[in-house]
C-alpha cells in the first residue's frame, strides 16, 4: 500500500513538474559575514510559509552560518501573481578566517578551531553554489559599514561575469550609522533597495523586487 | 619560481601579464598561492578574471590551517562606470579588463587606503 502511494505521489510529482509553467528559481543570498544574510532568509520565510520554520539561527558571530542551505518552495504573492523561489542562505564570504577572531566571543580553543575549519569548508560551498548552482542572486550588505571591500567587489563582478540576475539589499537601515547612498555610489551600476531585516521595514518593497527581478 | 634566498625582508613577486598569460587558471591560481605561503607578497600586472578569483577564494579556504596560514589579503582598483562600461566589454570580446592586483598572506597586509586610482597597503615582515 505505502509502495503505491509513494508511486502515486512520484507520478503527481514529476507530472506537475513537467506541465508547471517553471521550476521554482534557486536564489542565493550572499554577502559578506554579518550582513545579516540569515536574519532576511528567515524573515522571508516567515512571512511567506505556513510552518513558519526558520532557516538558519542567528547571531552577531560572524561565521555562525557555516553551511548553505536551502528552503524549498516559498510561494511570494504580488499583485495577484505567485513567484515560487528556493532561498538558498550562504555562508558569508571572505578571504581569510583567523580562528582566534572567534575567542573574541568567548568560544573555547577547540571549539574556534571547529568553528574555522566548517567556516572555511562554507565558504568554499557558497562559490560553488555561485558558480554552478544558483539562478539569481540577492546580495545582503550591513548598510552601516564600509560596502568598498575587494570581497564585495570581487563577488559582484564574479556574479556579473556568470550574467546572474542581482538585488543589492542596504540591510540593517535600523541603526543610526547606516548609509544606503554609501552602497549606492560603490555599486551604481545596480538598484539597491533599503531594508531593515530585523525589524521588518520595506519589505514590501523587497519582496516587489523580488518578483520583478526573479518571478 | 628562482629560488631566493631568505633575508631579512619582504619579497615582492611582480608577475607580467604576459607570464600569466600562457598558464592555466588553477596554474594561475598555484603560483599566487605558492609565493603567498611563504609570506610573499604577490603583485599581478593583470589581474584575475572573475571566474579565476572564484576559485582562488575556493582553494584558499582549503588550504587554511590554524596557527599556520589564515588566507589572503587581495586588493585591485575598484572598476569604474557601470554596466555600461561591462557591456561595452563584453561586446568587444573583453570580459576581464585589466587590473593591477596585490595578493599577500592576511597576517601581513593590510590595506590603509584605497580608492579608484590608488591603494595604499602596510606590510609586516612577520
Known sequence: MGLLTNLRSSISRAASTLFSDEEPKRIGIYGPPNAGKTTLSNRIVRDWTEHGDVVGPESHIPHETRRARRKENIEIERDGKTVTIDVVDTPGVTTKVDYTEFLEHD????????????ATEGVAEAMHWLREDVDGVIYVLDSSTDPFTQVNTMLIGIIESQELPVLILANKIDLEESSVQRIRNAFPQHETIPLSALEGDNMDEVYDKIAEYFG | ???????????????????????????????????VREGNIVILEEGLSPDEESKLIEVTMSEISPDEFNGIEIETYPQSGGSDSGLFNRLMGKNSPKKLTVIGPANRIETLHKDETLIQTLVSRT
Open chain 1, 107 to 118: 568560544i573555547e580553543k577547540d571549539e574556534a578551531v571547529r568553528r574555522s575549519r566548517e
Open chain 2, 1 to 35: 619560481m628562482a629560488e631566493v634566498k631568505q633575508r631579512d625582508g619582504v619579497q615582492i613577486d611582480l608577475i607580467s601579464g604576459e607570464r600569466m598569460d600562457g598558464l592555466a587558471s588553477m596554474e594561475k591560481i598555484r603560483v599566487i598561492l605558492d609565493g
